[in-house]
């Protein structure tokens, strides 16, 4: 008798932990006409300024131009009755910068990617607090037009992270704008970082592989970037404006590394409904949006 008692309790402790996930989870089957997952998408362009600090490459601190390109998609998930939100976001950087008296030149390109998990809680205020976990890879190089030996740096990198972000619309009459503000802090990874005076001809040619992957946190390195954004409707769209900075560094092997990236960004943001959807569109009792 106690046993039984025993297993319809844990029974009855599944159904209240669970119960709301797995009802979440019927209704988005293929055949249910009840929920709505609108895609989020962004594209834009960022300009503003770059500043690097590389002693494998030189001494001096480097400022200049940098531009770039991304695209962001965010969307509920499909499990977790409607509270977890997905994001992926792509970014590609370039910058020409030089050093304080003029004589020398880097070019920086960098390419970014990120997946992030977010718990998403609605406030009464309609402000929406993400909070989760994010993976990130990131590659690219710089190279200094002054150097006639080891003229290049390769950077690659690969961490686990916490994310957080902060969304609010705020309504004028019938106009909704939108604010953001996004932050990501990797704590843990690896990343490529040479021996002390190693030639990449030692690495690559002759094969002298040992200790170029390091074990990457906060005593090592530092990966921090900060996003705030505005979206302004226009028609079905929203031009999304916004400031964006990421501070980069990483000190190993008696070798440092520094990245300060400071721009703008213009951009179209568009929420849509893949073709899967669509035609629950018209009878669907609810739209579910992971931003707005």
């Not at 029974?11 to 989020?40: K, N």
């Not at 205020?125 to 989760?132: A, E, P, R, S, W």
Request: hydrophobic share 40%; net charge positive.
């Amino acid at each position: 008798m106690r046993n039984r008692l025993y297993r319809t309790l844990f029974v009855l402790l599944l159904i209240s932990l669970f119960g709301r996930d797995l009802l979440w989870a019927v209704e988005q089957d293929p055949d249910s006409t009840e929920v709505v997952r609108p895609i989020v998408s962004s594209t834009y362009f960022s300009v503003g300024k770059n500043q690097i600090y590389d002693t494998y490459l030189s001494i001096s601190r480097y400022a200049g131009f940098d531009a770039g390109i991304g695209h962001e998609r965010m969307r509920i998930a499909p499990f977790g009755a409607g509270q977890w939100a997905t994001r992926h976001l792509f970014d590609v950087d370039f910058s020409m910068t030089r050093n304080t008296p003029g004589n020398g030149m880097m070019i920086t390109g960098m390419i970014d990617y990120s997946f992030g998990l977010y718990r998403m809680f609605r406030l009464p205020c309609k402000l929406k607090l993400l909070g989760g976990g994010e993976l990130s890879a990131g590659a690219g190089g710089i190279y200094n037009l002054r150097n006639s030996n080891n003229p290049a740096a390769a950077k690659a990198s690969v961490n686990v992270g916490l994310a957080g972000m902060a969304i609010y619309t705020w309504r004028i009459s019938n106009y909704p704008i939108t604010f953001r503000y996004a932050v990501s802090l990797p704590f843990a990874g690896s990343f490529f970082c040479p021996g002390y005076g190693e030639t990449y001809y030692e690495i690559f040619s002759l094969g002298n592989t040992k200790d170029i992957v390091h074990f990457g946190s906060f005593h090592n390195q530092f990966d921090m970037s900060n996003l705030f954004t505005i979206d302004l409707p226009v028609g079905r769209s929203a031009i999304r404006i916004g400031y964006k900075n990421r501070l980069r560094s990483t000190h190993q092997n008696h070798l440092v590394y520094k990245m300060y990236t400071h721009v703008f960004t213009v951009g179209i943001a568009t929420e849509f409904v893949i073709r899967s959807q669509r035609k629950k569109v018209m009878s669907a009792a609810t739209s579910v949006s992971a931003f707005y």
